[in-house]
Structure formats: C-alpha cells, structure tokens
C-alpha cells in the first residue's frame, strides 16, 4: 500500500511539473517583464541587476552592474533583417552575416555572445522558480535564452502567426518527446520555414565578404 500511494503520488507530481512547461507558441506568444538582481563582486556592496522587457516578438534587455555601468539592447525576434538595436547614448544596429563562431570578432557577435553570457550568468543561475514554468522569473529568462538562439545565433525569423514545435524551446526543455515519425517530419518543415537562408561570406549578392 505504500508503494501504491507513492506511485500516485510520483505520477501526480510527473503530470503537474509537465502542465508547467511551456512550448515554443507560448514562449513567443506571451508578454512579460522580469528582473532579477544579485550582489556583485567582490564586496557585494552593489548589484548586479538584469532586465527583461518582452512584448510580443519584442525583448528589451537591460544589464546594470555597479549602479553606473548600464548596457541595453533591443532585438525584435519577427523582423528581418537579422538585427541587434544596441542602445547607449544613441541607437546602433548591428546586422548578422552568418552564424557566430568562438572566432569571429564581429560586433554582432560579440553583443550576442555578451547578451548570452549575461542572461546565463546574472539570469539563469540566479532567477528563481523552475525554468519549465513561463510564469517563473527563471521561466521567463528562459524564454528570453532560447529566443535569442533561435533569432540571432540560428538566424531563424519567427512569426506569431505560425506555430512551432521544438524549434524554439528544444523538446527535452518540454519534458516530452514526438510520438511518431511524422511529428518529426513536421518539425523539420517548420524549422526549415522559420530558418533564411544561410549567406555564404563570399557570395556578392549579399554584400558580405
């Protein structure tokens, strides 16, 4: 018998922690804003404060580290070209050639692997809630995490219009799995769809070299 009620319990448990995950439409979907803020280093006198501003396909980050060093962008996940708005005294567009790479020293990367870095960093480790929960900080940071991949390292323009499976927010973050091949197939149609064209960096039609 008590073996019997464990089982249920672990079953109830199981299904509660699924009905929290969320999928790509929700993550795409959804609007929301979050901070999440710890003590910096060395003495932890000051914060370390990350902002997220999501409005539809629109994200808003904000990184303050020690009250006075403040940096902000703003990527627009629906619209092509591949771009980020870097906001500081004025607005300055970074537009993306081809995936980024360890080596690559473009200013868009650098500001991608920056933005990466921080919301793993200052979001990430110290949001609380679980990251399967879209109503969570840690949920809604997630969400940002998995956007940003998808837009600016995958070079994928998403729109709310469509809907994804396992494009965004990869299956296991889902805690389930496709169930036949033909859910499969459907997801590699809809990848290809939400992905351009890769530029190839010596292609002149693109104007990069």
């Given amino acids: 018998m008590p073996l019997y009620k464990f089982s249920i319990l672990a079953l109830s448990l199981l299904f509660s922690i699924s009905s929290w995950a969320f999928d790509d439409n929700a993550c795409l979907q959804n609007s929301f804003d979050v901070v999440v803020s710890h003590k910096a280093p060395p003495l932890g006198l000051s914060k370390n404060v990350l902002t997220i501003k999501k409005d ?40 993306r050639a081809y995936a980024c790479s360890s080596e690559d020293q473009s200013d868009f990367c650098k500001d991608y692997y920056l933005m990466r870095e921080l919301l793993q960093d200052d979001g990430l480790i110290f949001a609380e809630g679980e990251k399967e929960n879209l109503n969570s ?25 469509q809907v994804y499976e396992g494009v965004i927010v990869p299956l296991t973050g889902k805690m389930s799995a496709p169930s036949s091949s033909s859910t499969t197939e459907k997801e590699e149609v809809i990848e290809d769809s939400a992905r351009p064209l890769e530029p190839t960096k010596n292609d002149p039609s693109t104007g990069t070299f």
């Fill in 56 to 95: 539809g396909c629109v994200l808003n980050i904000e990184h303050t580290k020690w009250y006075f060093m403040k940096k902000a962008w703003l990527i627009d996940v629906c619209r092509e070209p591949v771009h980020i708005k870097r906001n500081s005294t004025s607005v300055e567009v970074l537009k």
């Fill in 137 to 161: 900080d840690h949920g809604k940071v997630y969400c940002a995490y998995v956007l940003l991949d998808a837009h600016l390292q995958k070079g994928m323009v998403l729109s709310r219009d």
